[in-house]
């Protein structure tokens, strides 16, 4: 997770913070509820010993505050931004992703591309399974104006068909994509099936399911199509008959 990997980055050489830096950190986290009074107790975190928790301070106001008041939650960033440019950069993420407000991915500074795609992404899972290809191009067309992406954008539409097309039951159906209206949405159509299929076969052959040869299981299946022969042949070759690739399945029947 994106916020994860930032606190990585800023407790790195950052030594265990003092007790009282800790203590105000908890302070805060019960008073969410009240947000002033939690950003109160957040200030008295000394940023310049303990930055992480003066970051994830701020961040925990931002994520219980962005669905409902994305204006205090954004309080919280503007607080950061002094302190840390980076830290605040995720904190305006945090409240695109808890508001939806594409608005908010303009501050997220190094962040600004994967906030805008993840508020698309978010926006397609919410989408009906079954949206045909024609679906995609009406509700992808609001969506992606919505997190602040370019019509225009290749990686922006070939994100959208690839949650629809993941969410879909088998057979893959790929020559779908021949009913989009123009050739840049059949293309993107086409790559988005293309990389499900890729994550199908990954997903069966650490299962052990045998795809070597034959036909292939039902989870993996998909409509005849040129282009995913290729792919099923070169992968075939590659990795499928493969038993150094075949890795177990994940413990506790995890999906």
């Given at each position: 997770?994106?916020?994860?990997?930032?606190?990585?980055?800023?407790?790195?050489?950052?030594?265990?913070?003092?007790?009282?830096?800790?203590?105000?950190?908890?302070?805060?986290?019960?008073?969410?509820?009240?947000?002033?009074?939690?950003l109160?107790?957040?200030?008295?975190?000394?940023?310049?010993?303990?930055?992480?928790?003066?970051?994830?301070?701020?961040?925990?106001?931002?994520?219980?505050?962005?669905?409902?008041?994305?204006?205090?939650?954004?309080?919280?960033?503007?607080?950061?931004?002094?302190?840390?440019?980076?830290?605040?950069?995720?904190?305006?993420?945090?409240?695109?992703?808890?508001?939806?407000?594409?608005?908010?991915?303009?501050?997220?500074?190094?962040?600004?591309?994967?906030?805008?795609?993840?508020?698309?992404?978010?926006?397609?899972?919410?989408?009906?399974?079954?949206?045909?290809?024609?679906?995609?191009?009406?509700?992808?067309?609001?969506?992606?104006?919505?997190?602040?992406?370019?019509?225009?954008?290749?990686?922006?539409?070939?994100?959208?068909?690839?949650?629809?097309?993941?969410?879909?039951?088998?057979?893959?159906?790929?020559?779908?994509?021949?009913?989009?209206?123009?050739?840049?949405?059949?293309?993107?159509?086409?790559?988005?099936?293309?990389?499900?299929?890729?994550?199908?076969?990954?997903?069966a052959?650490?299962?052990?399911?045998?795809?070597?040869?034959?036909?292939?299981?039902?989870?993996?299946?998909?409509?005849?199509?040129?282009?995913l022969?290729?792919?099923?042949?070169?992968?075939r070759?590659?990795?499928?008959c493969?038993?150094?690739?075949?890795?177990?399945?994940?413990?506790?029947?995890?999906?």
């Amino acid at each position: 997770m994106l916020t994860l990997w930032t606190l990585g980055l800023l407790t790195a050489c950052e030594p265990p913070p003092p007790p009282d830096d800790r203590g105000a950190h908890a302070e805060a986290l019960a008073l969410l509820a009240t947000p002033t009074e939690a950003l109160a107790a957040c200030r008295t975190i000394d940023s310049t010993r303990a930055p992480s928790l003066a970051a994830d301070c701020r961040w925990a106001i931002a994520e219980a505050l962005a669905p409902d008041d994305p204006a205090g939650a954004g309080a919280a960033c503007a607080d950061l931004t002094a302190l840390n440019s980076l830290a605040a950069e995720e904190c305006w993420f945090i409240v695109a992703e808890g508001s939806g407000d594409g608005a908010a991915c303009d501050k997220a500074g190094r962040f600004e591309q994967d906030c805008r795609m993840h508020l698309l992404t978010r926006a397609a899972l919410r989408w009906p399974r079954d949206l045909s290809v024609t679906g995609v191009a009406v509700k992808g067309l609001d969506a992606i104006n919505a997190a602040g992406l370019s019509s225009d954008d290749q990686d922006a539409w070939m994100a959208a068909y690839r949650v629809t097309a993941a969410r879909q039951p088998p057979p893959l159906d790929r020559p779908a994509c021949l009913v989009a209206l123009t050739r840049g949405l059949r293309e993107a159509c086409q790559a988005a099936a293309e990389g499900v299929f890729h994550d199908r076969l990954n997903r069966a052959r650490d299962r052990g399911m045998d795809l070597c040869e034959g036909e292939l299981p039902d989870q993996v299946a998909y409509v005849p199509d040129a282009a995913l022969d290729r792919i099923l042949a070169e992968r075939r070759a590659a990795d499928l008959c493969d038993p150094d690739a075949v890795r177990p399945p994940p413990p506790n029947g995890a999906p």
